[in-house]
């Protein structure tokens, strides 16, 4: 199961390497020692992962040529655009070109284009997103997995259903043995080469705990890993990252601080802001984003919240609708329409045309089934798989009845990868 196809490396200097595939060039840093020019390797994430022995890489290379081509052909046709269009007001279809231009619009620019309601300029802002994701990133699509390894949490986020609100929850936490067996199972059998692992912020697992966990990761296996276990604090961020982590996920949630502090009394988007932009400087990957639709946000919110994600160097970006958890506060509210969700997905790809990934997260595949295939067609450039062992996931309930839950790893690996073909895309991730 190959994930990144090999590329070789063509040109190194200090951090970085350049490096080829089927003749498209793509940068990636390079923490391998003794890597030289000519070597095959595995990049993920935008870093060198691994180097492998140059007849293994070509006969990967030789098996893929053909539908790397492929793929990329059916990208194209499903991503043109045309812009003679009769039916879009004459404002959104000079926005539009705008964008598609890759010329930057200013935030009214792009507050007008998030909040698109007639359904044939929608679906001209999603089609301008998903021409801009071709003409920037290709057809590579990021599959990570994340391993949720403890549901207990001190917190009192009101939307979560994981939070100290929800007193029904049976909680779990796994031991470090069931962490190294989830991750090698991820890694070795299912060839994952990123992976999240996310808990509550559970005082069982604190920095220097979790530091030896991923020394031993790293031991084990070459990968990516991101780490989303809350605020560990700022000396926990460096500790984590000396360990071996290389990518934060921690969503700021909403970007306006009184919204905030009703959604988590007695914390504040300040100290949120201040791990991301520590771990930004630190040299972690950044995912983060926010929720949509949760009770109180408005469409300004929602403009501020892209804009946050981009000012914070965003490397994912990670918006998905919040869903009503009936063990907490906001148990009788109502999820976002899927057209805010659409509507959000591509203006972030508007936002960030060159850079951003974009997630079509689990949240929103909960929210519609066929939110994956309609991120994609909008701009959207990421999925994330669910590796936690079947037996936790449950306990695991941020909000109820999430996608996959009980989909097996090889289950979810195929539907992936069919649907991805479908679409002209490849399951890789061929760095910055
Ligand atoms: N403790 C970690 C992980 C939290 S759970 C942290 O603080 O970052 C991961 C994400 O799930 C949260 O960032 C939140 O945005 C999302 N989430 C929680 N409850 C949700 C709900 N009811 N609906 C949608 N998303 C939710």
């Not at 259903?161 to 299912?190: C, F």
Request: proline residues 5%; negative net charge; glycine residues 8%.
């Amino acid at each position: 199961m190959c994930y990144a196809i090999p590329g070789r490396v063509e040109a190194m200097d200090e951090r970085f390497v350049t490096v080829d595939y089927f003749g498209e060039k793509k940068r990636a840093i390079n923490e391998l020692s003794d890597l030289r020019i000519g070597d095959y390797i595995y990049a993920q994430g935008g870093y060198v992962i691994q180097a492998l022995p140059e007849q293994e890489a070509r006969s990967i290379l030789s098996v893929w040529k053909e539908t790397f081509f492929e793929l990329q052909e059916m990208d194209l046709q499903l991503s043109r655009l045309d812009m003679k269009d009769r039916g879009v007001d004459k404002k959104t279809l000079r926005l539009l070109d705008k964008a598609a231009e890759s010329r930057p619009l200013s935030g009214e620019e792009l507050y007008h284009l998030l909040n698109l309601e007639n359904d044939h300029e929608r679906s001209m802002l999603y089609k301008t997103a998903n021409f801009l994701r071709r003409k920037h990133l290709g057809n590579s699509c990021c599959v990570h997995g994340i391993i949720e390894f403890s549901s207990y949490c001190p917190r009192n986020c009101f939307y979560c259903g994981i939070s100290a609100h929800n007193n029904k929850l049976a909680r779990y936490r796994m031991t470090d043995e069931e962490i190294y067996a989830a991750v090698d199972e991820a890694v070795e059998k299912h060839g994952f080469q990123a992976l999240v692992l996310q808990s509550g912020e559970d005082p069982e697992f604190p920095a220097p705990r979790l530091a030896g966990i991923i020394c031993e990761i790293k031991l084990r296996h070459p990968c990516l890993i991101f780490i989303s276990v809350g605020e560990i604090g700022i000396d926990g961020l460096r500790e984590l990252y000396d360990a071996g982590a290389r990518g934060v996920l921690l969503r700021f949630e909403t970007s306006n601080p009184e919204l905030y502090q009703t959604l988590h009394p007695g914390y504040s988007l300040d100290s949120r802001i201040a791990h991301l932009k520590a771990a930004y400087e630190m040299g972690y990957l950044i995912i983060t984003g926010g929720l949509i639709g949760v009770p109180g946000q408005t469409k300004r919110d929602m403009l501020n919240d892209i804009l946050l994600a981009r000012e914070l160097h965003s490397e994912m970006y990670s918006f998905g609708p919040f869903i009503p958890h009936p063990g907490t506060p906001l148990a009788d509210k109502t999820v976002a329409p899927v057209e805010q969700i659409l509507n959000t997905l591509a203006a972030a790809r508007i936002a960030d045309p060159d850079n951003a990934k974009i997630l079509v997260t689990t949240s929103f595949e909960t929210a519609d089934p066929e939110a994956r295939e309609k991120g994609l067609m909008a701009g959207a450039n990421s999925v994330m798989l669910n590796v936690t062992p079947e037996r936790f996931r449950e306990c695991y309930e941020i909000y109820p009845n999430r996608a996959h839950l009980h989909e097996s790893i090889p289950v979810q690996i195929e539907t992936t990868l069919n649907l991805l073909r479908g679409l002209g895309r490849a399951p890789t991730d061929l760095g910055v």
